[in-house]
């Protein structure tokens, strides 16, 4: 939002400075930034632990049970089992790509035909041990759902709090505007240089509405 109005205001603060009341304006703007600033970087560094938990566990759980589907697949084909067929000929992409509350309902599943054919297994390097494992990353992800809950509700938040220090910087913003206004006669070329700036501000896409009755310079 920032990036060329910010520089652009402490390079002309000397010029600014014509109107005491411009120079206060700008002063407030720049002091206002570092905040703005601290709150766009918050979300990653609030959630930054649980994503990395989350995935951590996430990959864990995937790469356990799609390892299985070929042999499983195998044993349904040989039992003639259509419906256990079914449910592990899913593809791995589309596995990957469900839900995380509905890979966890589809994993847990397939771990349960997996036991329930342990013996069949056993010639396929999956054995007892292994299936525990399965069974353990399997619940570890299904316990950690709520976290996933949490580390999206972490980032509305985080962007809540960031859309109100903008919505601050914003209106402080809309005041210099009117500030600044003086040197379209006294500094036509200031004036020209600061409208350059600040429309840049407004090609950012910033969400923030401009109090009513206000306009930009």
């Not at 603060?13 to 970087?41: F, N, W, Y």
Request: net charge neutral; aromatic share 6%; charged share 25%.
């Amino acid at each position: 939002m920032m990036g060329v109005l910010a520089p652009w205001l402490t390079t002309n603060l000397p010029a600014i400075g014509k109107s005491k009341i411009a120079a206060k304006e700008a002063a407030d703007v720049l002091a206002g930034l570092p905040a703005v600033q601290a709150k766009a970087g918050l979300t990653a560094t609030e959630t930054k632990a649980v994503t990395e938990r989350r995935t951590k566990q996430q990959a864990s759980f995937e790469t356990r049970i799609l390892s299985m589907l070929g042999p499983l697949q195998m044993v349904a084909t040989a039992a003639n089992d259509m419906d256990f067929l079914s449910l592990v000929t899913i593809g791995r992409s589309a596995f990957r790509h469900l839900r995380p509350e509905l890979q966890a309902g589809v994993g847990l599943q397939v771990l349960a035909k997996a036991e329930a054919n342990e013996k069949a297994l056993a010639d396929h390097a999956i054995d007892a041990d292994f299936l525990t494992e399965a069974r353990t990353l399997a619940e570890t992800f299904q316990q950690g759902l709520p976290d996933t809950q949490s580390l999206l509700d972490a980032r509305q938040n985080a962007n809540a709090t960031y859309e109100e220090v903008h919505e601050a910087q914003m209106t402080q913003i809309y005041e210099l505007d009117k500030a600044m206004s003086i040197f379209e006669t006294v500094n036509p070329e200031l004036f020209k240089g600061y409208k350059s700036a600040r429309a840049l501000v407004n090609s950012a896409g910033a969400k923030s509405k401009k109090p009513k009755g206000e306009k930009a310079a």
